[in-house]
């Protein structure tokens, strides 16, 4: 069983960054798509980007130019850099892993407890 824990989070003004991490307690080689999704308050779970064994990556639009992610098999670590943060971009972040290809919320196969992010105006 594969424990990962978002660390990060926290109180940022906007247009300032913050770079999230998802520590694995075992080799995140095996899963071949790691992925960062948010929930906002009253709203569901979205993905917000995805990157697979061999690094190919993929972002939702909100995300597409402002944020990041990265993995790091040796440190067994995946990391979201986010940058020019919105207000709505608060939400708490989690992290999520699938030995297989698909980033779909019902799909993956490991999720962590999640991070918080606010973004004040």
């Known amino acids: 069983q594969v424990q990962l824990v978002e660390s990060g989070g926290g109180l940022v003004q906007a247009g300032g960054s913050l770079t999230l991490s998802c520590a694995a307690s075992g080799s995140i080689f095996s899963f071949n798509a790691m992925g960062w999704y948010r929930q906002a308050p009253g709203k569901q779970r979205e993905l917000v980007a995805g990157?697979?064994?061999?690094?190919?990556?993929n972002y939702a639009d909100f995300a597409e130019g402002r944020f990041t992610i990265s993995r790091d098999n040796a440190k067994n670590t995946v990391y979201l850099q986010m940058n020019s943060l919105k207000p709505e971009d608060t939400a708490v972040y989690y992290c999520?892993?699938?030995?297989?290809?698909?980033?779909?919320?019902?799909?993956?196969?490991?999720w962590g407890k999640g991070t918080p992010v606010t973004v004040s105006s």
């Open positions: 990157i697979t064994r061999g690094g190919s990556r």
């Open positions: 999520a892993a699938n030995l297989g290809s698909s980033l779909a919320d019902r799909a993956m196969d490991y």
